[in-house]
Every structure is written in C-alpha cells, then in structure tokens.
C-alpha cells in the first residue's frame, strides 16, 4: 500500500542506480491508476509504503465506520487539516476514521467541496484495500463500506431525536 497511490503490486526488485545512493527498487504497479512507480528499497518506512491490511483488518475497519462519527471542526482550515493528516497516514484505520466522521458532517451539516474529495478519496482508499485483501469486486466493497457507514448514521440519528 502506498499512502498516495493505494494498493500497488511489486513486480520486479531491480538492481540500478536511479538516483545516486540509491541501487536497489521495487517496480511497483498501481493498476487502477496505470502507473509504474520505482521506490528505493531504502526509502520504503520513509514514504510509508507498507503490507495490505489483514482480513482480520478488514473488520476492525468496518467497526470504525459503523461507530457513531465524532464532530469535526467547525473551521475550514482546522478542518481540513484534521482530516489530510488522518487520510495521508495510508493507515486503513485512521482512513476509516475520516470518512466515518466526514460521513456523520454530510448527515448533519453537509460537505464542502473540498469536504467531499476528501470523502471520495478516503473512501476510494478503502475500497482499493478491500479488494486487494480480500480479492472482491470494487462494487462488493463499496457495498459494505456504505452499509457500516448507513449504521452509523441511522444511529446518529437516533441519538439526535
């Protein structure tokens, strides 16, 4: 999983210098993006590139979403600082927490244009990871990730009447 590109598959470990310091890299494929990414081997825990989430993961994340979101800042700025920290961390918890909160601000206060890319990109990260960890269709993980997230809004909106 690469933080910005998502779910990559290494296809070769090639011996070459790139960039001077650097002789060894991962050819990483992002076929959903149709790009080809060369990542020094020495650099992997810098650009937080890491291993897909377990299955088990896989229900940790759907428990994020189906809790009941928490109140994000009302300023914009605040906001969206808040929410880009959580969602450029890769990690599918954090990405979870996001699109959980921005989800319960939908319901409540609506999003921004901003709010909204936001959203998509959390959400297209999570289903990018579903798929690869549990080799389902994109559609399929979508499906869940909406109904968690339907749970939760009908819990919040319990807990407002």
Known sequence: MHPVHGAGKVIDVQNKELVEGFKRYYE??????????????????DLGLRVVMSPSKVEKVLRVLRKEPKSLPDDYKKRRKQL???LDTGR???????????????????????DNQLLSRGKDMLIAEITTVMNSEALDARHEIDAALSRATVRMKETLH
Do not use: C
Request: glycine residues 4%; without cysteine; charged residues 30%.
């Open 92 to 114: 599918p918890l954090k990405i979870a927490k996001a699109v959980s909160d921005l989800t319960g601000r939908q319901q409540s206060d609506g999003l921004s244009t901003v």
């Open 84 to 86: 880009e920290d959580l």
């Open 28 to 45: 990483i494929e992002f076929l959903a993006k149709k790009l080809t990414l060369h990542v020094p081997i020495r650099k992997v825990d």
